[in-house]
């Protein structure tokens, strides 16, 4: 109940205050079908979760900092969010395991392959952890990047920029060969999130 309280609230604000403009709704209707998909995105604003969540249209797990889970409202809330907490500072095998039972159940999972939000709107490099995820999890990617979400709410801003148009393009889903999914290698791992930073990279504003 909770996660759709926030989905409906989140679009509305976004479609009345931030112009959201939704671009390849057909691919991702076409992900639906597929089940448990990776969804992968740019990340230059706090708004990028619920951003990307309500432009999926689908119940989606993400990844938010444990610390976020140990008190007050957000300690609350997020759990019923369905957020899954993660540990930035060191490997956390729990969160990994908790991400490929979403997508294996059939579940939409999103990730932000460069680990923080940019500090210019600059694309960073991705972190090998999507390419782990991806390698164990099999699952298909389908690559999301948002435009104007870092001038509606830049990371350090207090306040949001109203009425600044945020459009969301979707790419072509990644299907990896088997082969790519064998490595073991955190070469190899970087391999895989390179694959995925590059294809967010090549989504054009429309």
Not at 64 to 90: H, S
Not at 145 to 154: D, K, L, S, T, V
Request: with cysteine.
């Amino acid at each position: 109940m909770w996660y759709w309280i926030g989905f409906t609230l989140s679009l509305l604000i976004f479609r009345c205050f931030f112009l959201l403009k939704i671009v390849g709704k057909n691919k991702i209707r076409d992900s639906w079908k597929v089940g448990g998909v990776l969804l992968v995105a740019n990340h230059t604003s706090f708004f990028d979760p619920p951003i990307v969540g309500v432009s999926y249209g689908k119940k989606t797990a993400f990844l938010a900092r444990k610390t976020l889970f140990k008190k007050g409202f957000f300690g609350w809330l997020y759990p019923k969010l369905n957020a899954i907490p993660v540990d930035q500072e060191g490997s956390d095998m729990g969160s990994l395991k908790r991400i490929i039972k979403e997508l294996k159940n059939g579940n939409p999972v999103l990730i932000f392959p460069e680990g923080q939000r940019s500090t210019d709107g600059e694309i960073l490099p991705g972190e090998a952890g999507v390419g782990l995820v991806i390698a164990k999890s099999k699952a298909p990617v389908l690559p999301i990047r948002i435009f104007g979400a870092y001038e509606a709410f830049p990371r350090g801003s207090k306040f949001p920029k109203l009425f600044t148009r945020i459009t969301v393009n979707v790419g072509d889903m990644i299907k990896f060969e088997e082969n790519e999914l064998k490595t073991k290698t955190r070469d190899g791992y970087q391999s895989l999130s390179d694959r995925v930073m590059d294809s967010i990279a090549v989504i054009k504003d429309p």
